[in-house]
Each structure stands twice: as C-alpha cells, then as structure tokens.
C-alpha cells in the first residue's frame, strides 16, 4: 500500500482533523490517485484559510463562498496549445468542482465526529444530487462539461507516423492495445502477460485495476496481434537479461535503472507526449486512445449500452460524455433518421401552398 507524502500537503499534515481524515481514506482502500486530488484539494483550501485567517473547524458558508470567488480569480498559466478560449484568470471548472469535493468530505467527516453540526458547503441543498420528490438540485457552482478532443484521420495519421517510424516496439503495441481495448491510462500500464488470451486475441481487465471497479473483455485487432507476439519475445529478452525481476507486468521498463520493472504511467505520459510533439499534435493524452476508440464504435452503429459495456462505464450518461461525432457525420444520421417526417412536412406545405 502506498504511503502518503505527506511533505507534499504540508497544510493538511499539520491539521490533525485533515490529517486523520486523510488517513481514514488510505485505510478505506481509496486509489493512490483518489487520495492524491483528495489532499491536493483540501491542502488548497487549508492554505486559503490560513490566508485569510479562518478558522477551519467554524468556517462558515461565507467563508466558502469566498473560496470559490478566491478559485475564480486565481491566476493560472494557459496550458500550451490549449484551444480553449477561458483567459488566463481562474481556476477549471472541473478542477473547482474536485477541490469543493474534498472539502466537503472532510465537512462531512468533522460533522461524524461531533465537530461540527453542518457542512458549509452544504450537501443535497448546495451539492448535485437527488432532493425532495425526486428532483435534482442546484450544485455550489455551476458544472460545464466541455467536449473532448478526437483528432481527425489525417490527425491520427500523423501521430501514427511518428510512432512506428520512431518509437521503439513496445510504445508501438502499447498505443494499439490502448485504442483497440479504449483502455485506461492505468489499466494499461496494470496488464499482466496472463491477462492476455492470444488464441482469440481478447483481454480481461481485472476489476481491481479499473476506476469503479467494473472487469471487463476487450479485444485487439490482427495488427496488434502480430505487434504484441513480437514484444512478448522482446519482454523475455529484456527480462534475461536482468535476472533479479521476475516482473508479472506485460509492459516492462527498458532503462538502465529500472530494466525489468514494471512501466509506471508518467513515463507512458512522456512517450506519448514526445510523439504528439513531433507529431505536432499538442492536445493528444494517453486519453486520447480511449476516446477516438469509442467514438470509432459509435461510428460503426454499435448501441450505446454496447459501447457503455466495452468501456466499463456504470453509467450511460458517462458514455456520452466520450462519444463526439463530427458535425458532418451527424447531419447524416439526423437526416437519414428523420427522412421521412421532412417528406411529411414537405407535403403538407404542398398542399397548404396549393389551397391559396
């Protein structure tokens, strides 16, 4: 189990209630990256307080609104090659909503311990939710989803190029398994040789390595198929030749220093950031594998509860979020599907045009 670094959330370690908080997490089984956006944003929210002289434990609905208002004013560097067009002033939306997530938490927690008698951030009346009579509620601040980004075929062209011309075997069927399996940056860098069923070419993603907790199958092309047989053999190799590991995990590290060891997901972060570079395609993540394949489903016409399976989604509602068609390719199936009552309407006007 990963220790918490505490000197990276210096705020929260000198608070005993947050540190204690923090704690409980860790020993609830949270992901490492759970705890990490957990004491990120309470650290944030702590060194606010301490700015402005509150005091944690009394803070009121006030003093939150002036987190939120101290978030939205906030300075920040405009991301490189970003196409948003946000300014520089402000923090996310998405990254306010996290950080008044961990604060609330950790509201709730003092309430369970008789700290306190009420959230200031509020829960069901302030947070997204269900209230009375089935009817949801207004959130804190308000939520914006924005589209993600999907790279268009002479785009993912491009980023193909670059990476088997330039890449060596291993980032080459790393990048196909993550599309065809629209994998998770950590569910990729988590497979086992054992997770592969080569005579059928399909792969179980064990539950335990997923964000929500949802295994599932997913399947891989012949083209990967005859990329991943050869890096199996090159994996031994490299295994040989360092004698101490005995690594369990598919894609393995091929440095010096840590040859045989299992890929992390910042340096799989680096090697798709250097092909997107030469590329010149500054928008493209490791996420960016997932969200083309699924689109590239709902392209095909699979349903949407299909596509919500393959990906491992809980929720239909998340699947939608991933899916972008292009405008054009919905014009299409907008006017194939509704062919029939624009002929209807046409007709009508016929007639009505006709009886003047």
Known sequence: MTEIQWTLYPYVAELEHAKAWLGIQKKLLRAPKTIDAYARGLNDFLSICRRFAIRVETATKGDIASYVEEMARRPRQQARGSLHRYGTVGLANKTMQQRLTAVRLFYDYLME??????????????????????LRERGLIRRFEKQPWIPGDEEWEGFLNVLVREEFLRNQVMA?????????????VSLELSD?????????????????????????SDATSDLLCLYVQHRQGVLKTHLKTRSRALFVSESRRNRGEPLTFEMWNKSVQKVARRADLPLFTTHTFRHLRLTDLARCKLELHEIAMYAGHRSL???????????????????????????????????????R
């Open 196 to 220: 592969i069923d080569f005579s059928h070419q399909k792969i179980t993603i064990r539950s335990d390595t997923t964000k929500n907790g949802v295994g599932r199958i997913v399947f891989y």
């Open 113 to 134: 311990t008789g700290i306190r008698d009420s959230n200031p951030v509020g829960r069901g009346r302030y947070t997204p939710g269900t209230g009375f009579n089935g």
């Open 176 to 188: 196909f398994v993550s599309y065809d399996g629209a994998l998770r940056r950590s569910e990729l």
């Open 317 to 355: 509602k998340t699947t939608h979020q991933y899916i972008q068609l292009s405008s054009a390719e919905l014009e299409e199936r907008v006017r194939l599907a509704t062919k029939n009552l624009d002929e209807r309407n046409k007709r009508m006007l016929e007639r009505v045009t006709a009886s």
